[in-house]
């Protein structure tokens, strides 16, 4: 009986929704998506509205879950030049419903719902804002008290809240986000990533490291340029400390002389001239020499443990910051994140040396699993942490960021004095883009304020009156220098009042794609927002990112 070669199994191609997605997948990956495709935003539409449907526009191609319109306004004939989501047969219905059927037909995988409400009526009861896992408030709308409200209800409850302005050839938007907003994965650098722990060696490296340099000097040319230059690293260190009490190079001046140490020991009388991997090793001494320390970031998650309470219900992040800390205190590293840089060495040497680093990660994220699991258990959590989350959070632990959220000002809300001297220094400057954010901020106060009329005179003396709010709290602040910066808004003021409110789609397409990006980020807790103003300068094309 002859037997037939068994055929492999076909090859798993990617599925159709890995095919769609592909390059964005590329970015934050397949968390990042889910987390995406669960979000429910909801955009506080007013004015022509234009900018508020292009940023849905940029949160539905890459497949938002939800999103609800709330616009209170009919299509008019000025909507049909602007807003790409309209067509002649929308005039007359409801801008709302007629731009969130044009928006899904961009993304069948998404879900919209139009409410033909103002934003007032909308939000009478604001716990209807507990439905969404975003808002964006399009202004001048229901300013400014209303905001003001709408903002503080967002911040207690952890709801993140942007700010959108687009008038004529200027933009701005704000991010308001909790006083503490959690970014595990910040997509560091990846050369900024690599824990070598050179000074901290264990055992497995240790023996690795002896077995391929305990007769460096009678390897062939071959075998001795192919050393990985870790190994070296590590090899050349013993014989340091040997010579200086036990002590690796510690200053500048010793790393240098560690330094001239490795290059001497590289062979030169061989067909190459040199060697490749005693390059990197006297390459990597300046950055990979160096006494583990606590990132700053990280301290600051620390300490803010010291003031909270792990209870039944506590946020997974909390959690595992604390389980890290202990991992810290006992053994005054951080878990070993397991990544490796590429390095001239033999394949099989590379390997095997991979495999240490990824087995040392995998016994420090257990370590960290189980101290996560004892905590579970005495507080009767209902459900374990994806071991996955864990892993993630201990290989960027480093990187990790907590952004200290805080309330968006309003004209009768500002900045603390700290901020507005800060604010006041950066509009001594000439080319500072700030009074921007001033102008926009008087605008809304004209367009609230009761019987409103729109004049440049008007609109003058408001953001006058918030200049000199401004000076008052900063102090120490002239009549001279508030002129200054009076008369260095006014240009953008006369803008304003020219555009009468309109919007330039081209400006509002861009604002757009800058707050949908922002907004992904928020929404997939990756890479790091904006904090917390950004404003654009559609004469010059210049952005500007300022903390208000």
Request: net charge negative; glycine share 6%; proline share 6%.
């Amino acid at each position: 009986m002859t037997t037939r070669p068994l055929t492999p199994p076909p090859l798993q191609g990617p599925t159709a929704k890995e095919r769609k997605y592909d390059r964005q997948l590329r970015l934050w990956a397949a968390n990042g998506q889910e987390a995406l495709e669960q979000a429910h935003v909801l955009l506080l539409n007013s004015g022509p509205g234009v900018v508020g449907v292009e940023i849905l526009k940029n949160l539905i191609l890459p497949g938002v879950g939800s999103f609800t319109i709330v616009d209170e306004n009919n299509v008019v004939e000025e909507d049909l030049g602007i807003n790409f989501f309209l067509t002649d047969d929308s005039l007359g219905k409801s801008r709302a419903s007629e731009t969130c059927k044009y928006l899904r037909e961009l993304n069948p995988d998404v879900n919209g719902y139009p409410v033909r409400s103002s934003s007032a009526s909308f939000l009478q009861d604001l716990e209807v804002l507990e439905r969404y896992n975003l808002v964006l408030f399009v202004a001048p709308g229901s300013v400014d008290r209303h905001f003001e409200i709408t903002a503080d209800f967002c911040i207690k409850r952890g709801i993140p809240l942007f700010q959108i302005h687009s008038i004529g050839l200027f933009s701005h938007f704000s991010v308001q986000l909790a006083d503490g907003f959690p970014i595990v994965d910040t997509h560091p650098d990846p050369a900024s990533t690599q824990d070598l722990r050179l000074l901290q060696p264990w055992s497995e490296l240790q023996e690795f490291m002896h077995s391929k340099t305990n007769d460096l000097d009678s390897l062939s040319d071959h075998e001795h340029g192919h050393v990985p230059y870790l190994l070296l690293l590590l090899h050349f260190l013993y014989d340091w400390k040997r010579s200086h009490e036990g002590r690796p190079p510690s200053n500048y001046r010793e790393k240098k002389e560690f330094k001239a140490f490795i290059e001497g020991k590289a062979r030169t009388k061989n067909p190459e001239g040199g060697e490749e991997n005693f390059d990197e090793a006297a390459a990597a001494v300046l950055k990979s020499l160096n006494e583990p320390s606590l990132p700053s970031g990280l301290r600051a998650i620390f300490d803010e443990l010291d003031d909270i309470l792990i209870v039944q219900d506590s946020p997974n992040f909390w959690l595992i910051a604390k389980a890290i800390r202990q991992f810290y205190s006992e053994h005054n590293a951080l878990p070993l994140p397991g990544a490796l840089p590429d390095m001239k060495a033999q394949s099989k040497d590379y390997i095997q040396l991979q495999n240490i680093y990824k087995s040392k990660a995998r016994q420090d994220v257990q370590e960290v699993i189980e101290n996560i699991r004892s905590m579970e258990k005495s507080q009767a959590r209902k459900s374990p942490i994806d071991s996955k989350e864990i892993e993630a959070f201990c290989k960027g632990a480093a990187f990790v960021k907590l952004i200290k959220g805080r309330p968006l000002p309003t004209s009768v809300n500002h900045p603390s004095a700290l901020r507005v001297k800060s604010l006041f220094r950066e509009l001594s400057d000439e080319s500072s883009l700030f009074p921007i954010y001033i102008a926009f901020l008087a605008y809304d106060v004209m367009i609230s304020a009761p019987s409103h009329h729109q004049s440049l005179e008007n609109l003058k003396h408001f953001a006058s009156q918030i200049i000199a709010d401004f000076a008052a709290i900063a102090q120490d602040v002239d009549e001279a220098s508030q002129d200054a910066i009076i008369a260095r808004v006014e240009p953008i003021l006369q803008e304003l009042i020219r555009a009468d409110g309109a919007e330039l789609h081209n400006i509002s397409a861009l604002t757009g794609g800058m707050v949908a990006q922002e907004v992904i980020k928020v929404v997939t807790k990756q890479y790091i927002p904006v904090d917390n103003t950004c404003v654009f300068d559609g004469i010059t094309s210049k952005t500007g990112v300022f903390r208000v």
